[in-house]
């Protein structure tokens, strides 16, 4: 039961920081104001691409090393971006309410990182 709330739980992250990032990502190419960018990359289109090969693992249900791959990069990416903004260094892009996405972003990425862990070490119990 618990393993099937892990599934869902990571299936859900996994939607909303794809519609999310997706956001930015369109807002990015439409204003080119969407996002910061390293080396004249849009980080928003990293972390959408983050998002969306977990998703696609996670479907599929193989490959996890891709998943802790991607979710560790966008995590690692996320982490530096947030200790920056704290510390004044960078702005991240913010939501309505004035908080830094970057933060959510973090957050995200530990949760999926977290409860993939979860998920397969409750695939081998019994």
Request: hydrophobic share 50%; charged share 15%.
């Amino acid at each position: 039961m618990l393993k099937r709330i892990a599934y869902y739980a990571i299936l859900g992250i996994l939607i909303i920081g794809v519609y999310g990032a997706g956001g930015l990502v369109v807002e990015e190419f439409k204003t080119g104001e969407g996002c910061p960018k390293i080396m004249g990359i849009p980080m928003c289109l990293v972390i959408l691409f983050c998002f969306l090969v977990p998703l696609i693992v996670h479907l599929l249900k193989k490959k996890n090393v891709l998943y802790f791959l991607f979710t560790g990069l966008a995590g690692s990416i996320a982490l530096m971006a947030s200790v920056m903004q704290f510390t004044g260094h960078a702005e991240c892009p913010e939501t309505a309410s004035g908080t830094p996405m970057c933060y959510y972003s973090l957050l995200l990425f530990s949760s999926l990182i977290a409860l993939k862990i979860y998920h397969l070490k409750s695939k081998f119990k019994k």
